[in-house]
């Protein structure tokens, strides 16, 4: 097999599907079982991911990020970034037409005009099931652009079965061409001695064991408002020893929740820390008492799968995908119900035996996921259409 593989989503970022294109053409490149991989970035060609890390999300990127972030949120911005996915197709189309007898895989659901066999990865269908979490110009983007998407991809990947049903419910006729691939976690994202971590953590004012965390845009989808809201009814004990952490950056229709973010951030039990390099990020996992993930929908989840690596007890929402990711490893909540999610939450801040057995869960649970899997499944699917 020969292998065109997208790597835009690594301009933007390394969270998500960021994550999953960095990971996903690192296995492939290293793979035997492929003749050739060209990598495709933006109009050109890149010799690997690795290049696109150092140049976008180095620590210096990162700082760079939190200082730019009014700017990826204004108007101008995204009429530029809107410019370019309506003039892309066409130009990517000129550029690949020398290797039409190669595989082109877009990991992020749009496919260019590519004379040869497509492959497009859906990660979830949320624009299409839950258009009230999304600005209306991305509805009505995507709403134009699944049915042409349709049409030109001879495969189609899941993050998960709940993904590839969705997939199916909007769209019988994808029925034989769809596949889900679960993701992994980084072996980055493991059990680490509180100790060793003790110094990172103090960068951040946290100390091991000694604090909740979330992690995700901070956005209408990811239920964060409610999040912070079902912490505050935590009694103030509780809130003293174990603040809550929100690491993402800030997404679509978020000022209520920056306003909340700013508000309890004040009484010094909630931190909000934007984007943090990959090694910070892993020690904070592994650092944290527990892990809270109440979004409305996923197509499937990384963060909770990243938490259970990590060794640290996991509540989770009980919808969408995120029931196929935590197994029986986490404690589910009805994402709205706040009641139900404070509850959750000082079960597992007051009670260390429960602590303990549900990180032994979540290790074991997440011994099931990994890149190297991704990888072989990725590659068992393009087998299916050469």
Not at 66 to 87: D, E, K
Not at 288 to 295: D, E, G, I, L, T
Request: proline share 6%; net charge neutral.
């Amino acid at each position: 097999m020969k292998l065109i593989f997208c790597l835009d989503p690594l301009r933007v970022s390394i969270t998500g599907i960021g994550r999953y294109t960095y990971e996903l053409a690192k296995g492939l490149r290293d793979s035997c079982q492929l003749e050739s991989i060209k990598f495709q970035f933006l109009l050109g060609w890149t010799d690997g991911p690795e290049t696109l890390i150092k140049k976008y999300h180095s620590a210096e990127q990162v700082q760079g990020k939190n200082q730019r972030a009014s700017w990826l949120r204004s108007s101008v911005y995204h009429a530029l970034r809107s410019g370019y996915r309506v003039t892309s197709p066409a130009a990517k189309g000129l550029i690949t037409l020398p290797y039409k007898d190669h595989i082109y895989h877009s990991p992020n659901y749009e496919i260019p005009h590519f004379a040869g066999k497509c492959v497009s990865t859906v990660h979830d269908l949320s624009v299409l099931r839950c258009p009230q979490y999304h600005p209306a110009v991305r509805v009505s983007y995507q709403e134009a652009m699944f049915p042409n998407l349709m049409q030109k991809g001879s495969l189609f990947i899941t993050d998960s079965e709940f993904s590839k049903n969705e997939l199916l419910d909007f769209y019988p006729s994808a029925q034989g061409r769809v596949m889900s691939v679960p993701l992994g976690a980084d072996p980055l994202f493991c059990v680490r001695d509180p100790l060793t971590i003790a110094p990172t953590l103090a960068r951040y004012g946290l100390s091991p064991g000694n604090y909740a965390l979330s992690v995700g845009t901070v956005e209408p989808r990811k239920n964060v408002d409610r999040l912070i809201e079902a912490y505050a009814q935590l009694p103030l004990s509780l809130r003293a020893q174990y603040p809550l952490v929100l690491i993402g950056g800030a997404g679509w229709n978020s000022e209520h929740i920056h306003a909340l973010i700013a508000k309890y951030s004040q009484e010094g039990w909630l931190k909000y820390l934007r984007f943090v390099p990959d090694l910070d990020m892993a020690a904070i996992y592994s650092g944290a008492r527990v892990f809270a993930c109440v979004s409305h929908y996923e197509g499937f989840g990384l963060p909770v799968l990243e938490a259970m690596a990590s060794g640290i007890p996991v509540i989770s929402s009980d919808v969408a995908s995120l029931p196929e990711v935590g197994g029986e490893a986490v404690v589910y909540v009805n994402p709205n119900q706040t009641e139900q999610i404070t509850h959750a939450l000082k079960t597992v801040l007051e009670d260390d035996l429960y602590c303990q057995t549900l990180s032994q869960k979540g290790l074991e649970r997440a011994k099931l996921f990994s890149w190297d899997r991704t990888v072989q499944e990725t590659l068992q699917a393009y087998s299916q259409i050469t």
